[in-house]
């Protein structure tokens, strides 16, 4: 017969067993690192003569993610080149670009040394994978040991900021969409301050 204290472990590992099904378990297991930034903004009501009889402050702000990232982005043409036709080697490489690029730069600079050790590769097969990733159009050479990125496919940062600064006319308008209010940001705080008044004297 179970005691009390093995009945209520079983009962854990039941819930556990059920919530691991619905739920997903790393949301629970790691902690997310954010940055809280508050926009503040004061509401005055005016009764007469420039007399204030109430005030109320309204903060308004967002959560922001502390860890930089970097976007690959998704279309046919890029998910056939990078799982249809670049090499495992070729594709850690772009994965080791993708990780290093620096925010709103085009450029990467790339050592055969410093490459090596972070991806484990000889030098004959990172010559080889910065031959494909050119070939197919990740990368062009600039000068020695720093590529252009192909802003099409990977960017890290504001990339409609980035054409607009550089190459404006590339700006393509696929689709028309309209919108009343500006719309919140992602993740909005409100607080509330508690209202005063010369009411509650």
């Not at 004061?42 to 420039?50: C, G, H, L, S």
């Not at 590769?121 to 590529?147: D, H, V, W």
Request: positive net charge.
């Amino acid at each position: 017969m179970l005691t009390k204290s093995n009945q209520k472990c079983v009962r854990n590992l039941y819930y556990l067993r059920i919530n691991q099904t619905f739920m997903n378990p790393f949301i629970y297991s790691y902690r997310l690192p954010v940055i809280r930034v508050i926009q503040s903004s004061t509401i005055k009501t005016v009764f007469e003569e420039d007399v204030t009889l109430d005030y109320e402050e309204l903060r308004k702000g967002y959560y922001s993610d502390q860890r930089l990232s970097c976007k690959l982005y998704y279309d046919k043409t890029t998910e056939d080149l990078v799982f249809g036709v670049l090499s495992p080697s070729s594709r850690d490489l772009l994965l080791h670009i993708t990780y290093t690029l620096k925010k709103n730069q085009d450029i990467v600079k790339l050592r055969a040394v410093d490459v090596c050790k972070a991806v484990r590769f000889s030098r004959p097969t990172f010559y080889a994978s910065i031959e494909q990733l050119i070939k197919n159009g990740f990368l062009a050479r600039r000068c020695m040991n720093e590529y252009w990125i192909n802003p099409h496919y990977l960017f890290n940062g504001n990339r409609i900021e980035y054409f607009k600064k550089h190459n404006p006319a590339a700006l393509q308008i696929v689709a028309h969409q309209k919108r009343g209010a500006t719309q919140p940001p992602k993740s909005p705080i409100v607080e509330v301050q508690p209202k005063f008044s010369f009411d509650s004297l």
